[in-house]
C-alpha cells in the first residue's frame, strides 16, 4: 500500500502561482511513476501531467503546458506540481496518483492505470 496526501491548494487570483505537495508513505517511492491529475465541478477528472520513478522525464498536458511544472524529491518522497500563470478554468480539486506501470505517454493519461489516489487539495482561481 502507498498512501498519498495532497497539500498546498487554496485561493488565488488569477496570473497568481501555487506549488502543490503530495507526501508519499508505505511502500518504495522512487518504485512508482506519479501523477496529478484534477477535476472541476460538474467534469470529469482529467490528465495534468506526470513524471517517471527518477524524475527525468516528464509529460504534461496540452492545456498546461508552459505554465505547470511536475518534478519529484525520491529522498523526500514527495512529487510536487509549480503551477504558474494560473487561470480561472484551472480551478478544481487536484489529486496525485501512483502507478507501477511504464512511464510510456499510452499509459500515463487513464485513470485506470494509477493504483493509488491521494484525497485532494482544492485550488481556486478567481478572475
Known amino acids: 500500500q502507498v498512501q498519498l496526501v495532497e497539500s498546498g491548494g487554496g485561493l488565488v487570483q488569477a496570473g497568481g502561482s501555487l506549488r502543490l505537495s503530495c507526501a508519499a508513505s508505505?511502500?518504495?517511492?522512487?518504485?512508482?511513476?506519479m501523477g496529478w491529475f484534477r477535476q472541476a465541478p460538474g467534469k470529469e477528472r482529467e490528465f495534468v501531467a506526470a513524471i517517471s520513478r527518477s524524475g527525468s522525464s516528464t509529460y504534461s498536458a496540452d492545456s498546461v503546458k508552459g505554465r505547470f511544472t511536475i518534478s519529484r524529491d525520491n529522498a523526500k518522497n514527495t512529487v510536487y506540481l509549480q503551477m504558474n500563470s494560473l487561470k480561472p478554468e484551472d480551478t478544481a480539486v487536484y489529486y496525485c496518483a501512483g502507478t507501477q506501470k511504464t512511464f510510456a505517454l499510452m499509459l500515463l493519461r487513464p485513470l485506470s492505470n494509477y493504483d493509488y489516489w491521494g484525497q485532494g487539495t482544492q485550488v481556486t482561481v478567481s478572475s
Open positions: 508505505g511502500r518504495t517511492f522512487s518504485n512508482y511513476v
